[in-house]
């Protein structure tokens, strides 16, 4: 990997050991430099969480704005400056709770922008607490007795909403997730990518998942790959999450309509 | 000189006002008294080659105004109380940011949804101390249609020099009022500095102006930008001494130079025994009601306040004049008044004058106010 | 509030009678003529059919205060609208109600307002000109012909300034029907 992406005198970053964002961050690195992408014109945009401060690590313009707030500030940067290539990197709380009307938003109006979800299924920064992501009897600290409620399928809201492109990939299958990166940067539209990674300070932990080692190679067995799922029955694939590409379709084309002439 | 004259409503004087000061991006949510700003630039936007974009709520609002300013252009947002509240967080992230952002709130009357078509001046404070921490804006406050285009090219060129946000507070009646005004002569413009070398550039490294010149993102200059404290760099610190000079600067770039930024406007100060300090909407009356004291031979003066804030003890104290009694109209129960109380303590007689119901202090109740207190 | 050349004007009825754009023409015409001007209006609801209120003042000098507090002039198109925003007149308030969809008021008399004139405006408008657009335009007509607050020729272009060619004959006439409502009264001895 081009280490110039990197600021590297920021280093060492703040994350946890194990932590699955610096592998999410090192895939959309690799994206971004296997696109051939000018680093002047690329700028990221995060929210708040852990996986927030994976930017500032990176040599490229960034802006570490709010809680939620990422997609409408590179939706300003974007029509602000359409040349650039703007990335949202955020969290699944981020992106799904504080920030959800953002994001449907977004989609809706197909903003020409990229949210990378790192997906760790639970508020990493603030110490382990149930995000909208957070699977049904999962332990969190807000969800003492396992999670009542159930998850949001990102996959489905983004594309519901009008995403243009949706992917999901897991850091375990580092080639399909680049890939897929790669695919959402230079797609021309809204596009999303749900990352899953690991945080096995908490979620891993209260959910006795093993090592953070652990956690990644277990990808292998929860997930399945969509291509392979398609052949596989409901009961088949309970309990397992399918990664690969669910959207992607031609950008919206805005239609205008001369607006109608005012009446006296 | 009536060719020039055209009647322009006082929201869409904001508009004007800010495109003709070089705003070319506008992102807001409608809310009344405000939505005919947004309504303005929708239609007036692509014709200057600007952008508009109807966000989906006032959040969103403030933070895309903040990203197209980061990246370089001159932004507004019109919104009024129950948006106010919502835009807060943005309001701060904005002066940590350093972004330059111009925000209209029309004040209507509150709390909550209130009366959204009546009157009020009730966010004076919420202006100044709305969002969490220790931080500083720069409030105009208009008191006509001509006001508000010029004040609110005033808020844009203040907002890029010293890269901070600036907020016109106006009210339901001067959004909504018609008069006729003068745009035919070009504004001056302020841009804002910006590095000129790449070598050694630290995006929040100040000169003695204490204002940082951060790069527009997507020039090349690689800057990061962060709501946490941080340092010359830009990056994240949680060291006191840095988190200290920050906010010391956030304050001082603004307090070394009140006196560009800080307008009075006086009439008959000087020998007034009875003194009117008011804003907005309320100094119309105002004007009114001296205009008849004096014609009957008592010497009422005005102090209309054009910056709220920063907010100047001496300064205030210096355009008063030796008046005796003080009093303050507002359409609040008692926001300015707080303030000039600070400014006087027992010296003088500072007496509020309230009124909370949605409608405008007329010039008849000011002289009936005056009579009934035996002031 | 001693300043004789301040003119306050109050319309006021409901909502779809074009009372706030005829107070906009009226502003219009004043400032082409080198006046100052100040208009307002009710917002929300009640300016979106349901009773309105249009207010207007013009000064040969800097308007401070910018509403209605002593019209010269009040006109009521409706009932409703003479109820809700008909107080605040004084013995210097000239009141102009439409006969045609409202009685004259027991309450306005010589005592409290300078003269009440009932016209049948609305029905009038409908039987010459077979139109029911163009009531604010009449409505204008009648206050120049009450006031001649400007010439009738600045008027006519502000009315051009706002109406649609194919209507604007329709307007210019409506204009002045108001004048000869007025000019007949005045004919027929009764105090204007
Ligand atoms: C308005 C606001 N509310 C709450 C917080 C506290 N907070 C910081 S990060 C975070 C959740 C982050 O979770 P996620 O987006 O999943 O990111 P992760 O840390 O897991 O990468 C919260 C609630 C905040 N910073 N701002
Ligand atoms: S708390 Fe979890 S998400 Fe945050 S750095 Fe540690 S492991 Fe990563
Ligand atoms: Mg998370």
Not at chain 1, 44 to 73: E, K, M, Q, W
Not at chain 1, 205 to 221: I, L, W, Y
Not at chain 2, 105 to 132: E, I
Request: aromatic share 6%.
């Amino acid at each position: 990997m081009r280490l110039d992406l990197l600021r590297s005198e920021r280093l060492p970053n703040i994350w946890c050991p194990g932590c699955g964002n610096g592998i999410v961050l090192r895939a959309l690195l690799e994206a971004i430099d296997q696109l051939q992408l000018d680093p002047d014109n690329v700028v990221l945009v995060s929210g708040i969480g852990c996986s927030s401060r994976a930017p500032a690590y990176t040599a490229f313009d960034n802006v570490h704005s709010l809680h939620g707030r990422a997609i409408p500030v590179a939706t300003g940067i974007k029509l602000a400056n359409p040349d650039l290539t703007v990335i949202v990197v955020t969290g699944d709380g981020d992106s799904s709770a504080i920030g959800g009307n953002h994001l449907i938003h977004a989609a809706r109006r197909d903003v020409d922008i990229t949210v990378v979800v790192f997906n760790n299924y639970n508020y990493g920064m603030t110490g382990g607490q149930a995000s909208p992501l957070t699977p049904t009897s999962s332990i969190t600290t807000t969800t003492p007795n396992g999670m009542l409620d159930r998850p949001f399928d990102l996959v489905k809201l983004a594309a519901g909403a009008g995403a243009t492109y949706v992917a999901r990939s897991g850091i375990y299958f580092a080639k399909h997730l680049v890939d897929h990166l790669k695919k959402a940067i230079a797609h021309d539209g809204f596009s999303l990518v749900d990352a899953v990674a690991q945080c096995p300070t908490y979620f891993g932990r209260f959910n006795r998942k093993g090592s953070a080692g652990q956690m990644v190679t277990s990808q292998k067995d929860w997930m399945v790959l969509k291509s392979v799922a398609e052949k596989k029955t409901p009961e088949e694939l309970a309990g397992k999450v399918i990664i690969g590409e669910f959207v992607n379709i031609e950008r919206h084309a805005p239609v205008s309509a001369a607006a109608p002439k005012e009446q006296a | 000189m009536s060719e020039k004259m055209v009647l322009m409503q006082g929201n869409e004087a904001v508009a004007e006002g800010a495109i003709a000061a070089g705003v070319r991006f506008y992102a807001g949510y409608p809310i009344t008294p405000s939505s005919e700003v947004a309504e303005t630039m929708a239609k007036r936007m692509p014709e200057v080659g600007g952008t508009f974009i109807q966000m989906e709520d006032e959040i969103a609002s403030i933070m895309a105004i903040v990203g197209a300013s980061l990246a370089g252009k001159k932004v507004l947002t019109a919104t009024s109380g129950p948006g106010f509240s919502l835009m807060q967080e943005g309001l701060g992230y904005a002066c940590m940011v350093e972004a330059p952002i111009v925000i209209l709130d029309s004040m209507r009357y509150g709390p909550s949804t209130g009366m959204a078509t009546k009157v009020s001046q009730m966010d004076l404070m919420q202006t100044r101390w709305g969002t969490h921490g220790d931080h500083w804006v720069i409030v105009l406050s208009p008191s006509s249609v001509e006001e508000s285009y010029q004040l609110t090219i005033r808020a844009v060129n203040l907002a890029e020099k010293y890269r901070n946000p600036v907020i016109v507070l106006s009210d339901e009646t001067i959004s909504h009022l018609r008069e006729p005004i003068d745009i035919s002569i070009p504004p001056v413009l302020v841009e804002r500095r910006l590095p000129t070398a790449k070598a050694d550039y630290l995006p929040y490294r100040t000169d003695e102006s204490l204002v940082p010149t951060v790069a527009n993102v997507g020039t090349g200059f690689r800057t990061s930008c962060t709501g946490l404290v941080h340092g010359e760099s830009g990056f994240q610190t949680a060291n006191g001494h840095v988190a200290e000079a920050l906010v010391e600067r956030l304050r001082d770039k603004l307090f070394n130079n009140l006196d560009d930024i800080i307008q009075f406007e006086t009439d008959r100060v000087e020998d007034a025994d009875v003194l009117f300090m008011s804003f907005g909407i309320t100094a119309r009356g105002v004007s009114e009601a001296v205009e008849t004291l004096r014609s009957h031979g008592r010497k009422a003066g005005s102090l209309r306040f054009i910056t709220l804030f920063p907010f100047d003890d001496d300064r205030v104290r210096k355009a008063a004049g030796n008046a005796r009694t003080i009093v303050v109209p507002e359409l609040n129960s008692g926001q300015l008044v707080l303030l000039v109380k600070r400014v006087f303590g027992d010296s003088r007689k500072v007496v509020p004058m309230n009124k909370i119901n949605g409608d405008l202090i007329s010039p008849q109740e000011i002289l009936n106010f005056l009579r009934e207190e035996n002031l | 509030m001693g300043n004789d050349s301040r003119f306050e004007l109050r319309m006021t009825g409901s909502g779809g009678q074009g009372l706030i754009l005829g107070s906009i023409i009226l502003a219009e015409a004043a400032i082409m003529e080198g006046k100052t001007v100040t208009q307002s209006q009710v917002y929300g609801a009640e300016a979106r059919g349901g009773t309105t209120k249009a207010e207007l003042v013009i000064s040969d000098k800097h308007i401070a205060y910018p509403k209605v507090t002593d019209p010269d002039l009040l006109a009521a198109m409706t009932n409703e609208g003479l109820k809700q925003y008909g107080g605040g007149i004084s013995r210097k308030t000239r009141v102009v109600i439409d006969s045609s969809v409202m009685s004259a008021p027991d309450s306005l008399d010589e005592e409290n307002c300078r003269g009440l004139l009932a016209l049948p405006i609305r029905s009038t408008l409908i039987s010459r000109l077979e139109s029911e657009l163009g009531l604010n335009i009449v409505l204008l007509g009648i206050i120049e012909g009450l006031t001649a607050i400007v010439d009738v020729e600045t008027l006519r272009k502000a009315i051009a300034m706002h109406v649609k060619k194919q209507f604007l004959d329709l307007n210019m006439k409506a204009l002045d029907l108001g004048m000869e409502m007025v000019e007949a009264q005045a004919r027929a001895g009764i105090r204007i």
